[in-house]
């Protein structure tokens, strides 16, 4: 079997990581189901510290195309995309092309395998905010629908598919960013120091914003920052900063606002993942980092106004608040008392690569 994977973002190589590293380890046991994997990069991100590392770190292959699009408008992206992911399916004939969450990435994948009548299996099918205005929900939304195998991480987005008639090739196999987390927690231990972030356990928080819903309105981005500065007089915040936000804070001329943020770099999966083990909670706009901060046990304030992992709001392990200032203040307070330590994990049992392999080689 021959399977193309598209990627280009950085969720995409750490869900990627676990299922091309699960590919080569079957490969190893089962000789007669041989499966090749393609790579292409579609240069999405493409910082070293947005991309290479994750490769790295990860032991992720290196992709065999790399197609060097980033940048421009939606639809300019994608549509680059779209040429030139045909290209190289048309080259290569796979069986497969497997594509990850909701990137423009996963978009010009889905359409340019579905229009060469290439099988799509779309892992992180099913997600929905039910906020059309997010470029993330469109591409979601376009790819489960031309997805033949569709590979949802809970029961909610299976019930989401069911609401929009889809029901076909649809199978809850658990999160494949659970899988990473239990597989590098461990090796995150030993190869990071809280000392590197000069911050020590239970008495940071770490903290993310990048959603293009607060990047691009200059007074949720504001009203993020002032929440963030004044938080930050109290308890460590430690923000590796996604280079659309510090753009947009350069250009917006925010500097002078961020008080005493500890900024840094965005930084590599072991050293993320080390922060959010120890954190005391998480302050994000991230999908993934949501649900890595319960996979973590640390209780998570969501700046958005919904969410795509509503899980994690039912059971008491993660609060949305949007992007006012003071909701912004008293969710961290709540969540600084909050214990999460005993619930249980919801997004499957750590093995969603392995169901997703044998799903595959099954169809
Ligand atoms: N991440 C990382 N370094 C960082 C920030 C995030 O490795 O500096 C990881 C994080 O642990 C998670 C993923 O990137 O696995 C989430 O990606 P992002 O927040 O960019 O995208 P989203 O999940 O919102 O689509």
Redesign the pocket.
Known sequence: MKIITILGA??QF?KAAALSNAIESHNQVDGNNHIEEILVHTGQHFDANMSDVFFEELGIKKPKYNLSISGGNHGEMTGKMLIEVEKVLLEEKPDWVLIY?DTNSTLAGALAASKLHIKVAHVEAGLRSFNMKMPEEVNRILSDNVSSLLFCPTNVAVENLAKEGITKGVCNVGDV?FDVTLHYQNIAKEKVTLDQFDVSENSYILS?V?RAENTDSPERLTNIIKALAKVAETTDVVL?L?PRTRNIIQSQGLEDKLGNIKIIE????LE??RLEMSAQLVLTD????QK?AYFNYAPCVTMRDETEWVETIEIGANELVGADCDAIIAAVKRAQTKDISSLEQVYGDGKASQKIIEALLNY
Do not use: A, K
Not at 266 to 269: A, G, L, M, N
Not at 286 to 289: R, T, W
């Open positions: 950085r969720p750490i969450g960013m993310t990048h590796p996604h965005p930084i590599s999966y993320m993942l991230s999908g993934g980092v890595e």
